[in-house]
């Protein structure tokens, strides 16, 4: 006699980026070893990609790789909620001290940023405006890549909030044409267009959390919780 399938539940959730209601299930033991296994790596690439195996396995319907990174991050919040636990301990080193500090997180308090209302849009003169896209998780994977002292880095993660040109009777959308013209089209960009996307790019929503704590010498510090590697320590 086989031993029973467990039924796991089904569940709902509120996709960050567009508001649209997802369904998930909560991970289970395997997917668990895979992010304890990646989190041991220390690589922030092997950690992002056992983050999209382990939420693809978990979400119903949804293609991973077409989320933004904070819809990521914010997915893997709630299922580590609602299959493990909402709390979460570890340790920091206080910098004036230099001590060990144990910090204890309820991950239900922790809370998305929103961004400025009407970023999206950046006029580029009276006939064209640009229409803005937040970077997918496969944009952000190939930044990981790259030398983090890389110049390149931020102008190519800008590049990748690029979604399309409209007018009046035309739309261009740009995952129709090479990086070569997209490169060349925003090496012609006006200052005060870049800047706009500079503004989008740097308001781009994020997980973040403000924990206080008393150090050894007993001044009164504040830690800040941000993004999915702070989340999983």
Known sequence: ???????????????????????YRPFTVKEEKILLVAQESNEPEQELLAVKQVVNNCL?????????????????????SKSVDNIIEFQITDPE?????????????????KPEEGLQKVKINDEYTLV?????????????????????????????CLDKIVSEDEVHNFKEYSDEDIY????????D???????????????????SY??????????????MRSFFT
């Open 1 to 23: 006699m086989s031993l029973p399938k467990i039924e796991l539940p089904i569940l709902e959730l509120d996709l960050p980026s567009t508001g649209e209601k997802i369904k």
């Open 60 to 80: 119903i319907d949804i293609e991973v790789s077409d989320l933004a990174m904070f819809d990521l991050e914010y997915i893997l919040l709630v299922l580590r």
């Open 97 to 113: 001290t230099e001590k060990q500090v144990r910090l204890t997180l309820d991950i239900e308090n922790v809370s998305l940023t």
């Open 132 to 160: 803005l896209k937040y970077p997918t998780i496969d944009e952000y994977a190939k930044i990981l890549t790259m030398d983090s002292g890389d110049p390149l880095i931020n102008y190519i993660l800008m590049v990748s």
């Open 184 to 191: 060349a089209f925003v090496d012609n960009l006006s200052a």
């Open 193 to 211: 267009v870049i800047k706009g996307i500079e503004k989008f790019f740097e308001n781009i929503p994020k997980l973040r959390h403000e924990m």
């Open 214 to 227: 008393v150090n050894e010498n007993g001044d009164e510090k504040t830690f800040v919780v941000e993004g």
